[in-house]
């Protein structure tokens, strides 16, 4: 059981480049939480997913930022334009099923990626 | 590989009791740990641990890190209902490496 996946685990993008990360959850863990991590701070939620269901977004940007959670495959966080202040390490977690925040069943998180734009 | 094991995986206790959490890990090149607590949607940051020996406290949560055994833990001391949630150790090496966390429960 490989855990939760995160690739790439360094990604720089220039200036207005699109940036893909990508998340395969633990095996059997149909649900998928997207954070941010700017330096100096904590872990901002993003976003959380169900397979191919958008859950509560409240914490991703209007714009430029969108997430998917596929039938198959693993999530994409998508960053279009990417701008220097979207310089930070971004992590997922996954877990089985959802009961309250966090899950009953506890997260498992990947180890990130790191977004460096220059 | 870095590893980050936490224990207990739970932990059932009643309003004023004492806890102690443990973190312990493998890290090829230590940088920091960091402790978080989660009861809603996103962990907040509760400490950052550098230097062994040196207890970090922030009202009744203490925390102290030893890094010749290679292991944390976070002390809460007269336990209130709102310390339940749950608790988070990260290795910061270059990468974060989360543990799986302890689940408190604090019963009135």
Redesign the interface.
Known sequence: NAGVMQNPRHLVRRRGQEARLRCSPMKGHSHVYWYRQLPEEGLKFMVYLQKENIIDESGMPKERFSAEFPKEGPSILRIQQVVRGDSAAYFCASSPRLQGFPSNYGYTFGSGTRLTVV | EDKVVQSP?SLVVHEGDTVTLNCSYEVTNFRSLLW?K????????LFMLTSSGIEKKSGRLSSILDKKELFSILNITATQTGDSA?Y?C?LNNN????G??T?LTVKP
């Open positions: 995986l978080y989660q009861e809603k949607k996103a962990p907040t940051f749950v988070l990260a990468d974060m490496r989360f799986a966390g689940r």
